[in-house]
Structures are given as C-alpha cells and as structure tokens.
C-alpha cells in the first residue's frame, strides 16, 4: 500500500510547504487531518496512473480548465465532500467513484476533440451548480442521481469510450 499523497483523497495545502491533508479523513470537529509523508490509511485509494492530472477529470476540466475557477473552488469542495462522506458511504459509492476515474479522462479527451467544448462543458456546468443546490439542501440522493444522469449521458455521448 502506498501513502496518503498516493492517495486519490491527498491533498497539498497550498501555501505550506510540504503539508498534506486527506479528504476523507476527519477529526471530531469536522476538520481534514494533516497526513505525513508514511501516512496511510483503511480508505487509501491510489492514484490513477502516470499522466493522469487533475484535468483528466471532467468536472474538474469544467470548472477549472474551462472557466477558469480555482482547483479548490466552492463547486468543486462541496463535491469532492459529497464523494468522500456521501458517496462512498452509499450501495455501490464505490464502484461509482472507480467507474469514474476510469471513464472520466475518456470524456475529456472526447469533449476537447469533439468542437463542442463549449456545449459540453456548460452542460456539465449546469449540472454541477444543481448538485452543489442539492446537496446545500441536504437532497443528497436526488444530487447522486443527477450526477449519474450526466455520467450516462455523456459517456453514450461519447460511445464507444
């Protein structure tokens, strides 16, 4: 097993040097915990290969590639919150987020070639700032179905991907 910073759900505190957090993990206050470098835990999840970024992400492509937001802006926290202690937590919250990660960087390489950047990207947009609406309104179900909707959509968007 690897280290947090292997982790899927390690983070850099920007501005720290050298100081990581985990997603996941949370103190009793609510609080991510600060990992060290040998850090690792039960929910450890490694990253995607090498050459994978960030970007390979389609949300993350929408919100920061594209329009040009933060890494972590207010969309993509509330997000990365909801796959961390929703998510995961949920029937198959895990084959979801796997599934994800594995067609995730094939919708971006699809949406980039497709000409239609800008259709794509407001529609993932759009579904994203309902979801963050939801799940402000603790309607957490309804914001895992509409995220699953969009996955669908784009991926027989996309077929073969």
């Given at each position: 097993m690897g280290t947090c910073r292997d982790c899927v759900y390690g983070k850099k505190q920007e501005g720290i040097l050298g100081s990581?957090?985990?997603?996941f993990t949370t103190d009793r206050h609510g609080y991510f915990i600060n990992v060290s470098a040998s850090h690792s835990c039960d929910h450890f999840e490694e990253r995607p290969s090498v050459g994978k970024t960030n970007s390979d992400c389609f949300l993350t492509s929408a919100m920061v590639d594209y329009y040009g937001k933060a890494d972590d802006c207010e969309e993509l926290t509330v997000l990365r919150s909801f796959r961390d202690s929703y998510m995961r937590k949920s029937a198959d919250?895990?084959?979801?987020?796997?599934?994800?990660?594995?067609?995730?960087?094939?919708?971006?390489e699809c949406i980039n070639a497709s000409g239609k950047k800008e259709k794509y990207y407001q529609y993932i947009s759009e579904v994203v700032d309902k979801c963050v609406k939801l799940i402000a309104l603790q309607e957490n179900e309804r914001a895992l179905t509409e995220?699953?909707?969009?996955?669908?959509?784009?991926?027989?968007?996309?077929?073969?991907?």
């Open positions: 990581w957090y985990c997603t919250g895990d084959k979801l987020i796997k599934e994800y990660y594995e067609v995730a960087p094939k919708i971006v995220y699953k909707f969009m996955v669908e959509n784009l991926s027989k968007e996309f077929e073969p991907l």
